[in-house]
């Protein structure tokens, strides 16, 4: 655990449940509960404000706290969330380091920083453990490439039934795909935005998923007769319709757009978290990107996240953040840019399924407030002109109905604001505030190179060629080719003349590649095989296909030697290859008795080697749906671990909730008693008095937080009254006692809380068997079939 000393006092700035993100005016450690972020956030400052680093800050917190993030990152400084050196030495800088400077002094000014937001190199090591870092760039292959052909696939079907949400999806991917060939289109007076829209619909509502090139000649050939009431050829031309197909196959020939349908696909929850279900901080970095490429791809990237996001479930935790540097241009106040519909619906529904999402611009002026509304954190800082600040406080006071925002205090303040300072507007809060931010745990510098960004990406698991060898027992799920020297190892008596067959047993073929194959007798058995269990509530229905060879011995068919087939009861033929020779068939196997009892001998191999596992963890008697990725039941592991801390977190602070409140009031009429009593420098001998109960309030809103236009402020104004000495003394006494007794119940609440944090472990994740029954064995096709070589 991390203990800081300050002006001779403890303070701790791990905290369960909160992100540490820098210091009040008071000097306390500000920590910002992650739950906050809920109800979304953004960051406002001009270039040089320290806007980058509280976003990264923020981004660290989630991190370490296990919780994954998708980094949206349109200028490239995002990456830097990789530089980080728990070392905290020269040589780890050095090859990041700038031409020209001096990778001690940067070593040394990062040493310092830590040091004075009272962090250390083990706090970079924890950041660096707790999740993995990968930076994404579609369109290329400089990091690790995004194929967008998940984002034509069809949506889910609980989505399509949304009629509303449907359309939006529709429209926006209609909107994109236009807007990366040149087209602006209006989704309702455009044919092209019309016609694409109609394709995509008409695909997505029958499950079918859609490719570039397939869309290509469906522009072309519609295979539909009218658009609304008008006939195709009326509304659009055939002629006008082929230049549009040309258009967009003029895009899928150009060089360097097969970077776009290559590398891993566009899955939310595979970007979020390694197959291993460790979070990841996904920066997708379109830097490299033209402006309607990266229209683009935003726009499918977060039709996608919506997508994600309503496959969740309802939670009150934070799952996972949403983070999108520099939105000007994607969510303007008049425009509607295919980016804005599924962003401002992220920002109204979000909340229920546990994302986060935080927004930042240095452009306070062309961004919709109406939308921001629904942010209940703004960090502000440094702004540029008189236009950027009444902008911003416009926007402040729309979201803060009652009377604790205080207009003309926040906009002196905003006026002087240092670098790294920010005015504080949490709709929790009493009002606004200062914070000065951290330092950063990650080295901040700038923009990476294409070649840095290789050599950070360069063996990552995402960029490693997979084979899948095949293996002489295939288990549930693996599918291999029968290879035909298993089937037979010897051809003597090969023949052009096929055996004979009684009539009673079903024959088929494999289909043949080549021209006069050699077949080689198998039995292929398909089967669905059902696994019940009402203890766990399981009901399941697995769909095999096994083939084993048929061959002259002692037991011409073993399932012991079965193996999985790709190939389908439905792919298969009745009819042979012309001139195709055919392997010696097993004496047995012209028997139709034989057949029945290598059906049988199936169906008991079937109940003997199949099995279905799921992941369980019996704290909770919470199981995995059978198939799901390791991946995706961690991170349900994971939510339900934060829910747990988070509700004994809740309970915790309304145990100390009228502790607090008592003190508050306590600390607030000690100090006004000095205040009366001091001269007009009396603040300065008291005032760091007042901020040790910061520490123990903070958690609770407001704490000893300046609030800025507060009566306080008003209060540091007053005249000086003249007291005795001795009166002034015990006045400050008492406050000193306070202050002891707040340190007190700081350390109570603060070690109950980290017993809470403690407690929350990862359980045991075992993964019971289910095996099926011979009564949940329906055998669907049994035959003798011949497998071409």
């Not at 210091?23 to 960051?43: C, F, I, M, S, W």
């Not at 939310?268 to 979070?279: N, Q």
């Amino acid at each position: 655990m991390s203990v800081v000393e300050q002006d001779g006092r403890a303070a701790l700035i791990e905290s369960p449940s909160a992100f540490y993100l820098g210091r009040t005016e008071d000097g306390a450690p500000y920590t910002y509960p992650q739950k906050n972020l809920l109800t979304h956030g953004v960051v406002i400052g001009m270039t040089g404000s320290g806007k980058t680093g509280l976003s990264v800050a923020l981004l660290e917190e989630a991190a370490i706290d296990g919780i994954p993030s998708l980094v949206i990152d349109p200028k490239g400084d995002l990456s830097n969330l990789l530089l980080t050196f728990p070392a905290l030495d020269a040589a780890s800088f050095a090859p990041f380091v700038p031409e020209g400077e001096d990778p001690e002094a940067i070593a040394t000014k990062w040493r310092e920083g830590l040091a004075a937001s009272h962090q250390t190199g083990e706090r970079v090591a924890r950041l660096r453990a707790a999740a993995d870092v990968a930076i994404f760039t579609p369109g290329s292959k400089v990091g690790i490439p995004i194929s967008i052909m998940a984002s034509l696939a069809a949506p889910p079907a609980d989505l399509i039934e949304d009629s509303e949400l449907f359309r939006e999806r529709v429209s926006t991917v209609a909107t994109s795909l236009l807007g990366l060939v040149g087209i602006d289109a209006d989704p309702l007076s455009s044919r092209e935005h019309i016609l694409l829209s109609t394709l995509l619909a008409g695909a997505w509502e029958k499950g079918q998923d859609v490719d570039l090139a397939a869309l290509v000649l469906r522009i072309r050939e519609p295979g539909i007769k009218k658009v609304g009431v008008l006939d195709l050829e009326s509304f659009f031309p055939e002629k006008e319709r082929f230049s549009l197909a040309v258009t967009f196959n003029n895009l899928l020939a150009a060089p360097g757009f097969s970077a776009w349908l290559e590398g891993v696909p566009l899955d939310i929850a595979k970007l979020l978290r390694t197959p291993e279900g460790k979070p990841r901080v996904a920066v997708v970095s379109i830097a490299h990107l033209g402006d309607a490429e990266r229209m683009f791809f935003v726009s499918i990237l977060l039709s996608q996240v919506v997508s994600w996001m309503r496959a969740q479930s309802g939670t009150t935790s934070l799952r996972a953040l949403l983070f999108m540097d520099e939105i000007v241009g994607y969510f303007p106040p008049v425009k509607n840019p295919p980016s804005k519909p599924p962003l401002m619906l992220l920002l109204k529904q979000a909340r229920a399924f546990g994302l986060g999402v935080l927004l930042a611009t240095q452009n306070p002026v062309d961004i919709d407030y109406k939308g921001l509304s629904n942010c209940g954190t703004w960090f502000v800082g440094r702004l540029q002109t008189e236009r950027d600040k009444a902008r911003v406080l416009e926007g402040l006071e729309g979201t803060s109905p009652g009377a604790g925002f205080d207009k003309a205090a926040v906009e002196r303040t905003l006026a002087g604001l240092p670098p790294r300072t920010f005015v504080v507007h949490d709709v929790r809060e009493p009002g606004p505030f200062l914070m000065e931010s951290r330092f950063t745990l990650s080295y901040l510098r700038g923009p990476l190179r294409r070649d840095e960004i290789k050599k950070l990406m360069a063996g990552h698991p995402l960029l490693a060629t997979k084979t899948a060898p095949e293996r002489e027992k295939a288990g549930p799920g693996e599918t291999v080719v029968m290879d035909a020297q298993d089937a037979q190892s010897s051809r003597d008596g090969v023949s052009t003349e096929k055996p004979a067959v009684p009539d009673a047993v079903r024959e088929v073929y494999f289909p043949a590649t080549g021209p006069a194959p050699t077949y080689v007798p198998v039995l292929v058995g398909s089967a669905q095989v059902r696994f019940s269990d009402a203890k766990s509530d399981l009901e399941h229905a697995r769909e095999v296909t096994f083939v084993t060879p048929l061959v002259p011995s002692a037991v011409p068919a073993d399932w012991a030697r079965a193996k999985w087939s790709k190939v389908g009861p439905a792919q298969l033929v009745s009819d042979p290859v012309q001139g195709a020779r055919f392997a010696e068939l097993p004496k047995e196997a012209t028997k139709a008795k034989s057949f029945a009892a290598w059906e049988k001998a199936f169906v008991s191999w079937l109940c003997d080697t199949q099995g279905l596992a799921r992941p369980f963890v019996a704290k909770w008697k919470l199981y995995g749906a059978p198939g799901e990725s390791e991946a995706s039941f961690r991170a349900k592991v994971d939510q339900k671990l934060r829910e747990e801390r988070d509700e004994a977190i809740a309970k915790l602070n309304a145990k100390y909730q009228t502790k607090f409140e008592k003190l508050r009031a306590e600390l607030a009429k000690a100090h006004g008693d000095v205040v009366q009593r001091e001269s007009d420098a009396r603040f300065d001998n008291v005032g760091s008095a007042l901020s040790l109960g910061a520490s123990v309030l903070s958690a609770f809103g407001g704490g000893g937080r300046r609030i800025l236009g507060s009566a306080a402020g008003v209060a540091r104004n007053a005249g000086r009254i003249q007291r005795a000495k001795s009166t002034l003394e015990d006045k400050r006494q008492k406050l000193a006692d306070l202050q002891a007794k707040g340190q007190a119940l700081d350390l109570e609440y603060r070690t109950e809380a980290q017993k809470i944090a403690n407690a929350a472990q990862l359980p045991a994740i075992d993964a019971p068997i289910v095996k099926p029954k011979k009564t949940g064995i329906e055998v669907r096709f049994f035959a003798l079939a011949w497998l071409p070589t």
